[in-house]
């Protein structure tokens, strides 16, 4: 779930946020379908260069019966730890990973490695070479993603979130070849994060991609993949058993 | 109304586990304070992270001998959360100091055979009681959020109430008398948690 301020939108490529609605009343809706996890990000605090919206988080917590990971605006200890006691399990880190990567061993050392989630954003550049980026797709980065990626491992990240920033929005499938280059090389789970359109595309991406986990946005968030129409699904615990498990 | 207290000893997140509570229509303390915990008729320990800092601040905190009196003598309902239902048994191997030893019990940590599981175990499982009791009133097939890197095994039989599968079958649920302990989060377990928490009110 991207919000902005208190606004639940999707964007496509990181760009034309499309509102969506009150977060509040999608997160009523996504507990009522029984999600496993939301991850609840503010694609504009980084970008604005502001606090996390804690009476946001707090409010959202407060209605999640399921697991909460919140990512957006997280640069200190002291911002995530406040984020910890408002009933967050997890925090999600992209910004803080340009220069602050004692955040995450710091966190990780109080809440555990599990607590701590990093989200790389990666996009092609002109000559087809994958580059990383901060701050909502506007920073890139000066040091190679998969070195990024083991500095974060190292430091005590517990989870990596892949994130192709072209497909984001775009129902073209996941980036299977991707998420499995990362998948192969690292023993934290990798989530794989950008362009879902099915639930066979997750399971490939499972499969084929190595990913331990999958995450949407567009996809649960639209009807028939089609952006004009607004409403919030989920699959059936009956879907994903007979088109994800029962092939694992 | 019942008095349900969440022994907030420093560790876990007992502000999602009070939401829980409240949806399921009662209400509960979040507090350190001997007095309420001496006054409470359901208590919940709850916990994340390092077993050794547990007890620690269980200790720091001068709650052990209250809760040594409301679990053993007083008989008061106790539901163990995570770190709290490892902290009921006698030691763990994640820590050189001795548990609240309330349920003959060890905890081991997880040492998968295949690397393709990766600890800690995170993420949902099946819950299969495996005896009846009303904790699980409804809860004959039910799935729970999980996130541990140690496990229980109890040492009798008859203290196992649930059991998961994570390379193997081990407990997820463990019991003895009035002193219950699940390694899974209900708060974190939408509608099954709820009925969790709607049934440990109702015991």
């Known amino acids: 779930m991207t919000v902005q301020g208190r606004k639940l939108v999707k964007t496509v490529g990181f760009k034309k946020p499309n509102y969506i609605g009150d977060p509040i009343n999608a997160i009523k809706i996504f507990n009522d379908k029984e999600v496993d996890e939301i991850a609840l990000v503010d694609i504009s605090a980084s970008k604005e260069g502001r606090e996390p919206n804690y009476s946001l988080i707090e409010e959202m917590a407060g209605e999640c019966f399921m697991p909460l990971a919140y990512g957006g605006g997280i640069k200190t200890f002291e911002q995530a730890k406040r984020i910890f006691s408002l009933g967050v399990e997890k925090i999600i880190l992209n910004t803080a990973l340009q220069d602050n990567l004692e955040l995450i061993s710091e966190s990780a050392s109080v809440y555990g490695n599990q607590s701590i989630v990093v989200s790389l954003d990666i996009r092609k550049n002109l000559f087809g070479k994958r580059e990383l980026y901060f701050n909502s797709g506007s920073n890139k980065s000066r040091i190679p993603y998969m070195q990024v990626i083991r500095n974060c491992i190292e430091a005590g990240a517990g989870e990596i979130i892949v994130h192709d920033i072209e497909r984001e929005g775009t129902f073209s499938g996941y980036n299977i070849p991707l998420v499995a280059e990362v998948a192969k090389q690292v023993s934290v789970p990798v989530i794989a994060l950008g362009g879902a359109n099915s639930v066979a595309d997750m399971r490939e991406v499972i499969r084929e991609g190595h990913a331990s986990a999958v995450a949407a946005g567009s996809f649960f968030i639209y009807k028939n993949n089609d952006p004009k129409s607004i409403l919030i699904n989920y699959p059936s615990q009956e879907t994903l058993e007979k088109e994800i498990f029962a092939h694992l | ?203």
């Open chain 2, 1 to 203: 109304m019942k008095n349900i207290v969440i022994v907030n000893y420093g560790l876990g997140n007992p502000a999602s586990i009070k939401n829980m509570i409240k949806k399921a229509g009662a209400g509960a303390d979040i507090t350190d304070d001997i007095s309420l915990i001496e006054k409470a008729d359901k208590l919940i320990l709850p916990g994340v992270g390092h077993f050794g800092k547990g007890m620690q601040l269980l200790r720091e905190k001068n709650l052990l001998e209250i809760l040594n009196d409301k679990a053993l003598r007083q008989k008061t309902p106790v539901l163990g959360i995570c770190l709290g239902m490892q902290l009921l048994t006698n030691k763990s191997e994640e820590a050189d100091v001795p548990g609240l030893g309330w349920i003959e019990a060890e905890t081991v940590k997880f040492r998968p055979s295949k690397d393709t599981l990766k600890v800690p175990n995170m993420g949902w499982l099946d819950v299969k009681p495996q005896m009846q009791h009303l904790l699980f009133k409804d809860l004959e097939t039910a799935r729970f959020y999980f996130v541990h890197s140690y496990y229980v095994v109890p040492a009798n039989k008859e203290n196992l109430l649930a059991s998961s599968v994570f390379e193997e079958d081990y407990a997820s649920a463990i019991i003895k008398d009035n002193i219950m302990g699940v390694q899974f989060h209900p708060e974190k377990s939408h509608r099954f948690g709820l009925q969790m928490m709607k049934n440990f009110i109702e015991l």
